[in-house]
């Protein structure tokens, strides 16, 4: 799924490295890791538990500090030393985590969730019409309608629905990086091709990066432009899709294929769903 266009080099890191713990006990969960994201492109980072994905993910965020290394946004090295810098540097980036239950506050109805999205980009002072409209628009590109659902609480949702709705949200933010924490872990195969296909749709239609995060090296094949593989805080293999997959280098990948036979065969993905039963039964 290469793109023939790639945007430029939006975000980067160089010699990014996290230590967590002292002596005996220090972890070195992300070690000396070289990535660029372009503008447009999906890229997943791929690697068994532990490999130090989060950890990268929170550091792209700015949740948490490297311990040496840069990440470099837009050109220039990142500052996000004061909290006002920080702010700015959010309203570039959005993040959706595994568990869509933990992101919502349970006592606020899903028209709250997605007016709260309008208030974020600026339209505060839009009338309750326009309002209405933008969040109709949001659920009908999540495929959700919206006069169903907004007046249920979150809890209220299946787990398919409520990661649309993070989908929704995201669709009204519009952030020019999104990183996605393992977002289908815990939905069907099913919704989890639905998901995967309104992460390409976002994509296309706002020209998002994204930045997949993920177990299932047959999910990131489908999805991205480019592969980076992560094994105990190392990236030890990258390339694109084809490359990084289907002719892998390192020992480490080959043997991450190895336990999910077939996955590099070819495809029909437009029976993702059917294929990920087939691969998982
Ligand atoms: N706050 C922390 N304090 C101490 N160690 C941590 C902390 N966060 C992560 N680690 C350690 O860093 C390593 C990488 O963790 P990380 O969460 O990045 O892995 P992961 O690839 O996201 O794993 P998973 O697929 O299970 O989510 C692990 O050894 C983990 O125990
Ligand atoms: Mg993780």
């Given at each position: 799924m290469v793109r023939d266009k790639m945007g430029e080099v939006f975000l980067s890191a160089a010699g990014l490295t996290r230590e967590f713990g002292y002596?005996?006990?220090?972890?070195?969960?992300?070690?000396n890791v070289d990535f660029e994201f372009h503008r447009g492109e999906i890229v997943s980072i791929v690697g068994e538990s532990g490999s130090g994905k989060t950890t990268v993910a929170k550091m792209v965020l700015g949740l948490l500090k490297p311990t040496r290394g840069e990440i470099f946004f837009e050109g220039k090295?990142?500052?996000?030393?004061?909290h006002a810098k920080r702010r700015l540097y959010w309203r570039s980036i959005q993040a959706i985590f595994q568990d869509p239950f933990s992101a919502y506050n349970i006592f606020h109805k899903v028209d709250s969730v997605l007016e709260d999205c309008i208030r974020l980009e600026g339209g505060g002072n839009l009338d309750a019409g326009e309002k209405f409209e933008k969040m109709k628009d949001a659920c009908k590109f999540v495929n959700l309608k919206f006069e169903e659902l907004?007046?249920?609480?979150?809890?209220?949702?299946s787990g398919g629905q409520m990661q649309r709705l993070m989908i929704a949200r995201i669709f009204m933010l519009r952030p020019r990086l999104l990183i996605a924490d393992e977002?289908?872990?815990?939905?069907?195969a099913c919704s989890r091709a639905t998901i995967l296909d309104m992460l390409l749709k976002l994509r296309d239609e706002i020209n998002m990066t994204i930045v997949f995060i993920t177990h299932d090296i047959g999910l990131a094949y489908y999805i991205s432009d480019t592969v980076y593989i992560m094994e105990k805080g190392v990236i030890v293999e990258r390339g694109t899709a084809d490359e990084a997959i289907l002719h892998p280098k390192s020992d480490y990948t080959k043997r991450l294929l190895g336990d999910v036979p077939k996955i590099y065969e070819p495809w029909d993905f437009s029976l993702a769903g059917g294929a990920e039963k087939e691969n998982s039964a």
């Amino acid at each position: 799924m290469v793109r023939d266009k790639m945007g430029e080099v939006f975000l980067s890191a160089a010699g990014l490295t996290r230590e967590f713990g002292y002596g005996e006990r220090k972890t070195l969960a992300v070690n000396n890791v070289d990535f660029e994201f372009h503008r447009g492109e999906i890229v997943s980072i791929v690697g068994e538990s532990g490999s130090g994905k989060t950890t990268v993910a929170k550091m792209v965020l700015g949740l948490l500090k490297p311990t040496r290394g840069e990440i470099f946004f837009e050109g220039k090295i990142r500052d996000i030393s004061t909290h006002a810098k920080r702010r700015l540097y959010w309203r570039s980036i959005q993040a959706i985590f595994q568990d869509p239950f933990s992101a919502y506050n349970i006592f606020h109805k899903v028209d709250s969730v997605l007016e709260d999205c309008i208030r974020l980009e600026g339209g505060g002072n839009l009338d309750a019409g326009e309002k209405f409209e933008k969040m109709k628009d949001a659920c009908k590109f999540v495929n959700l309608k919206f006069e169903e659902l907004s007046s249920k609480y979150p809890f209220e949702l299946s787990g398919g629905q409520m990661q649309r709705l993070m989908i929704a949200r995201i669709f009204m933010l519009r952030p020019r990086l999104l990183i996605a924490d393992e977002p289908t872990s815990m939905i069907d195969a099913c919704s989890r091709a639905t998901i995967l296909d309104m992460l390409l749709k976002l994509r296309d239609e706002i020209n998002m990066t994204i930045v997949f995060i993920t177990h299932d090296i047959g999910l990131a094949y489908y999805i991205s432009d480019t592969v980076y593989i992560m094994e105990k805080g190392v990236i030890v293999e990258r390339g694109t899709a084809d490359e990084a997959i289907l002719h892998p280098k390192s020992d480490y990948t080959k043997r991450l294929l190895g336990d999910v036979p077939k996955i590099y065969e070819p495809w029909d993905f437009s029976l993702a769903g059917g294929a990920e039963k087939e691969n998982s039964a």
